[in-house]
């Protein structure tokens, strides 16, 4: 999450004080991710460091210092709202690092480790949908926010499940070891194939 362009993006609308952004920040995002008042300021520095913003008090970041966005803070401001995420390469997922890595470890029951994290996730999304139906329509970014969450976990027990089916489909494996059927690529190898794909 980058809080530098959050503020920016909050600075957009006009002038405003580090305490006022906090809790703008907040009320923006549905209070799910909480601001420390000390990382704003730090935070609102940098960017003043960077030229992005600019305060009346150039001696520091007080609790009444009045902050701006400049020129060059809107262009920053505009290519990062347009930057497509990063997906290339994937990102360190503990899971599929946990699955990948159960594998080879001896005596480890692979189908009930994925569905004890399925059953979880399953869970989870249950209580997801509860919040979903309490929500009021006034409440857009919670909304937003749940629903992210909902697919964002979908997406996982998918994964699982076929994660799942594609290791029963294989021959029986001695524990301990690789599945049959299944030598595995040196690293180098399945990162430059990961590497070439453009999303």
Do not use: C
Request: charged content about 25%; overall charge neutral; glycine content about 8%.
């Amino acid at each position: 999450m980058s809080i530098r362009h959050a503020l920016l993006a909050l600075l957009s609308e006009g002038p405003k004080y580090g305490l006022q952004l906090r809790q703008e920040f907040e009320s923006r995002t549905g209070e799910v991710w909480p601001l420390n008042v000390g990382q704003v300021y730090t935070t609102l520095q940098r960017l003043e460091r960077d030229g992005l913003v600019e305060s009346e008090d150039a001696a520091g970041a007080g609790p009444q210092n009045v902050f701006t966005i400049t020129s060059n803070g809107s262009d920053e401001l505009d290519k990062w709202l347009r930057m497509p995420p990063d997906v290339v390469p994937p990102p360190r997922d503990e899971l599929v690092i946990k699955v990948l890595v159960a594998m080879r470890v001896p005596g480890v029951d692979l189908p009930e480790l994925l569905q004890a994290h399925r059953r979880h996730l399953v869970q989870v999304m249950q209580e997801y949908t509860r919040l979903k139906s309490e929500i009021t329509e006034g409440e857009v970014e919670v909304s937003l926010v749940v629903d992210a969450e909902l697919f964002r976990i979908e997406a996982i027990v998918r994964w699982l499940d076929t994660t799942d089916a594609r290791l029963k489909r294989l021959p029986a494996r001695t524990a301990g070891t690789t599945p049959a059927g299944t030598a595995p690529m040196s690293a180098p190898r399945v990162g430059r194939r990961i590497a070439g794909v453009r999303r």
